[in-house]
């Protein structure tokens, strides 16, 4: 959701006169707003429909912001199920301090 299209370049070969276009996405992260930088981790949601192929997907740049946006979230009419990002090695403390395991 929070992806816009910044910029598309059509690129026209001298030669043959075929053209490709280009496209840069930026990314904004759905609970603070702010441009995320995609050379770096960041985390993905995707919301799933029975009926849909396609899926909502939802950019974050760090688990807090997940958490966030995770406790106001409300599931769209026909919501399936709900992809979690993916947690790499050195995000496993994190991501476990914000999760509450019960004993
Ligand atoms: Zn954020």
Redo the contacts with the bound molecule.
């Keep these: 959701m929070g992806r816009e299209e910044k910029s598309e370049e059509t690129n026209q070969c001298d030669k043959c006169g075929r053209s490709d276009t280009e496209t840069t996405w930026i990314y904004a992260?759905?609970?603070?707003?702010?441009e995320i930088d995609t050379r770096k981790t960041y985390l993905e949601a995707s919301v799933h429909r029975r009926s849909d192929v396609s899926a909502n997907r939802y950019y974050?740049?760090?688990w807090?912001?997940y958490v966030k946006w995770l406790s106001k979230f409300k599931p769209p009419k026909g919501m399936w199920f709900m992809s979690l990002p993916y947690v790499q090695k050195n995000e496993l403390e994190t991501y476990k301090s914000y999760i509450r395991f019960k004993k």
Excluded: R, T
């Excluded at 992260?29 to 702010?34: E, S």
């Design positions: 992260c759905d609970a603070c707003n702010k974050f740049d760090e807090k912001c």
